[in-house]
């Protein structure tokens, strides 16, 4: 099974700081990756994809991909209370098989 | 409005009373799966479909069947449920020609006494 690892949280943010948040993954063959965040008792949104190496920015969100180190970190800027959610990292094998991480939990302090 | 709508949102259960929550996706969309959700090990894939009666396995398929008669319907069946089974199950889909991006329905939260 491919392994997808994202660092422990939960990571607690004053607000207006910014939200670092990383993931490791196993599948060499990996070319596409999704950002999902997920509200507690809600489903998983997706939030960001990236299939390139580099940054790649939307709004307050900026996805970082290096596949040579096989890591992708996702970094929320100026983050509010409404980012307070699970962040899911999934890489794919462009087989549609995501393959999620466990989830870093976002807190952002008032 | 494009959605995923799974029922039901909520069921209990007991040991071995066969279940089905149904997943139904107004995109067009060929590609369905099932995601089980369980505290410390993330989502993890059941059963996926690239389109009508084509089904493969996930990484946890036991204990579970799917069927895909129609495009738009993806229905999870319990043959006979375990407590190792209470979980709470996503369905999803996604277009083959609009990368792989997933669309959530809104979960089902299924207790097996």
């Known amino acids: 099974q491919k392994e997808v690892e994202q660092n422990s949280g939960p990571l607690s943010v004053p607000e207006g700081a910014i939200a670092s948040l990383n993931c490791t993954y196993s599948d060499r063959g990996s070319q596409s990756f999704f950002w999902y965040r997920q509200y507690s008792g809600k489903s998983p949104e997706l939030i960001m994809f990236?299939?390139?190496?580099g940054d790649k920015e939307d709004g307050r969100f900026t996805a970082q991909l290096n596949k040579a180190s096989q890591y992708v970190s996702l970094l929320i800027r100026d983050s509010q209370p409404s980012d307070s959610a699970t962040y899911l990292c999934?890489?794919?094998?462009?087989?549609?098989?995501?393959?999620f991480g466990a989830g870093t939990t976002v807190t952002v302090r008032a | 409005e494009a959605q995923v709508t799974q029922n039901p949102r909520y069921l209990i259960t007991v040991t071995g009373k066969k279940l089905t929550v149904t997943c139904s996706q107004n995109m067009n969309h060929e590609y369905m799966s099932w995601y089980r959700q369980d505290p410390g090990l993330g989502l993890r894939q059941i059963y996926y479909?690239?389109?009508?009666?084509?089904?493969d396995k996930g990484d946890v398929p036991e204990g579970y069947k799917v069927s895909r008669k129609e495009k738009r319907n993806f229905p999870l069946i319990l043959e006979s449920p375990s407590p190792n089974q209470t979980s709470l199950y996503f369905c999803?889909?996604?277009?083959?020609?609009?990368?792989?991006?997933?669309?959530f329905g809104p979960g089902t939260r299924l207790l097996v006494l």
């Open positions: 479909s690239m389109n009508v009666e084509v089904t």
């Open positions: 999934a890489p794919t094998a462009n087989d549609y098989k995501l393959s």
């Open positions: 999803a889909s996604g277009s083959l020609w609009g990368g792989e991006t997933q669309y």
């Open positions: 990236i299939y390139s190496n």
